[in-house]
């Protein structure tokens, strides 16, 4: 059984940084992309980051670009998320999934909810101002 695990999330004030893990278990996922979307109340899911199967290439939202990093580390089937310059527009529940698809790369695809297979439960992050 595939499960995806956040953690990290919290409270932190407007200027500061989270970072945020989601471990994979039940497969390996070294061969798909994974991603973070985040959801705020009475908003739709919104991309937040991808990165490749190989992490060779990153993807990135607007209204995340120059402040947050997406990385992985497929010896530890886990991604992460590095929040850097967090605003109070960023407080959103994080989720994090994964591409079962192999091999995929490509913003389009991967920066589409629905391209995705299996998700976490999520993690809060509350940026106060």
């Known amino acids: 059984q595939v499960q995806l695990v956040e953690s990290g999330g919290g409270l932190v004030q407007a200027g500061g940084s989270l970072s945020l893990s989601c471990a994979a278990s039940?497969?390996?996922?070294?061969?798909?992309?994974m991603g973070w979307f985040r959801q705020a109340p009475g908003k739709e899911r919104e991309f937040v980051a991808a990165?490749?199967?190989?992490?060779?290439?990153?993807y990135y939202g607007d209204s995340v670009k120059g402040r947050f990093t997406i990385s992985r580390d497929n010896a530890k089937n886990t991604v992460y998320l590095q929040m850097n310059s967090l605003k109070p527009e960023d407080t959103a529940v994080y989720y994090c999934?994964?591409?079962?698809?192999?091999?995929?790369?490509?913003?389009?695809?991967?920066?589409?909810?629905?391209?995705?297979?299996?998700w976490g439960q999520g993690t809060q992050v509350t940026v106060s101002s």
């Open positions: 039940g497969r390996t996922f070294s061969s798909c992309a």
């Open positions: 990165t490749s199967w190989s992490g060779g290439s990153t």
């Open positions: 999934a994964v591409d079962a698809q192999p091999l995929v790369a490509g913003f389009f695809r991967l920066s589409r909810a629905y391209e995705y297979d299996y």
